[in-house]
DNA sequence: ACCACGCTGGTACTGAGTACCATATGGGAG
DNA sequence: CTCCCATATGGTACTCAGTACCAGCGTGGT
């Protein structure tokens, strides 16, 4: 098959550069000696990648476009549980490469072109969030594009990547043996973050917001100050 | 003088990158180019600049310093406003570019390498946040290395950036005339998410939690509700 | 047998970045 | 004034990434 072929003779540039990288270092590989030890010309090389770079993140595309899906995928009501699978994807993916992921991190923990690759290729993972986080808040919240609500989802789509990546560095380092619980962890933390009524947030008028207390105190030694801050509030 | 001399060269080169890029477009001015325009040799070039992307970042290596240097500053206790105000340095250089950081806009919206080189730049802010925004956070809350704790702290470094970047934007694209103030806004709002107490935050046995309200119903209609839940949450 | 098409390898070219050397300028020591 | 040293500069030659182009080769269809 061509296909087959053409899927080895990747595979192969895909290996033998992770194996010359690892062994001359990044600098001192030359495309040149990946062909030659894959067995393909230069050629071909510059066929199946762009750059030199770009054999190191052979998935990312892919990735990114699996992402895409997920999230186009899911209704408005699922949304933050469409983020959340996204994101797991992502991971999961990572966690099955095992060596080759760990091999990639040490690549781009010492090749400063290859960090620099790898946070472009980051970027594309927030673009994409973000562009969803968008338009769900957008249309969660009223029609008008708040400037507030814009941050928010720019933040947001930030904060899905970051613990993302926390989560999948820590694996990476050795530092955890159960990436997926601290995932979850750490994106239900991000979604506490943004949850959909911060405290802080003013009611518009003839809006009424009720805010849930637990406190140690008795509810009578409570009231009183409550009701000193409510009618400080300006309201009746 | 010599250091005149030199800083002219340098701007020269800045000055005539600048225009070369804009307009043959980034791919098709070489370097050759540029130091004839500006009137050196190329191997000046590359002593001022290590690659042909840095010069239209010429003020960035000192930017991220001064940043640093302005975190290294600050007391513990101010530690929220020393970010906030070396957020706001990096603010008050591109404002004052005026022009220049138009053009440099326009150039890493439409050329991927220099936008590549941008996002590379933007995460060395993010590390300078992070590291100061870490070491503060761990020595307020405990000596333990929480692993909450490091995920908020990265969270909190990128919601910085990112918020400056997004008030950035917004005046490189003539949407504002008041950067500052919607610099503060977003700031606030930055600060907001991740104040020390966030609302959703249970407190421990032995602690009290006031929380604010402000509603537009009567004050006796809300008691009850409240009442309930109170007794609800398990507390006497 | 012939042709059309897709994949491949080779060659030649541009241009970024590096290494090295030769020169000028400028200031200080004698 | 002259010698000397340091520094900035310009030029030359080289490596290598990336591009463009062309030629061969197998496969499949007619």
Redesign the interface.
């Known amino acids: 098959m061509e296909t087959r072929r053409t899927s080895s003779s990747r595979e192969r540039m895909i290996r033998a550069a992770y194996e010359l990288f690892e062994q001359r270092g990044f600098e001192k590989t030359t495309v040149d000696d990946i062909a030659a030890r894959a067995g393909v010309g230069r050629t071909t090389f510059f066929r199946a990648f762009a750059t030199k770079e770009d054999v190191i993140f052979p998935d990312h595309d892919t990735l990114v476009a699996s992402v895409r899906e997920r999230l186009a995928a899911a209704t408005p009501a699922a949304a933050l549980v469409a983020v959340t699978e996204a994101a797991r994807l992502v991971l999961l993916h990572y966690l099955a490469e095992g060596d080759l992921a760990r091999s990639r991190y040490r690549l781009t923990s010492n090749v400063p072109a290859l960090?620099?690759?790898e946070?472009?290729g980051q970027?594309q993972y927030q673009r994409t969030f973000h562009a969803f986080i968008r338009t769900w808040m957008t249309s969660a919240s009223g029609e008008e594009t708040d400037?507030?609500t814009?941050?928010?989802a720019?933040?947001m789509a930030?904060?899905v990547v970051?613990?993302h990546n926390?989560v999948l560095r820590q694996w990476l380092r050795g530092r955890t043996t159960t990436p997926e619980v601290?995932f979850d962890?750490?994106m239900a933390?991000?979604v506490?973050?943004?949850?959909p009524q911060?405290?802080?947030e003013?009611?518009g008028?003839?809006?009424?917001?009720?805010?849930?207390?637990?406190?140690?105190?008795?509810?009578d030694d409570?009231?009183p100050?409550?009701?000193r801050?409510?009618?400080g509030?300006?309201?009746?």
């Open positions: 960090r620099a690759r946070i472009s970027r400037a507030g814009a941050l928010r720019e933040l930030d904060a970051t613990a926390h601290d962890a750490a933390a991000v506490e973050l943004f949850a911060p405290a802080a003013r009611p008028p003839g809006e009424t917001q009720v805010v849930v207390l637990r406190t140690q105190r008795d509810l409570v009231l100050e409550l009701k801050v409510l009618e509030g300006g309201s009746p």
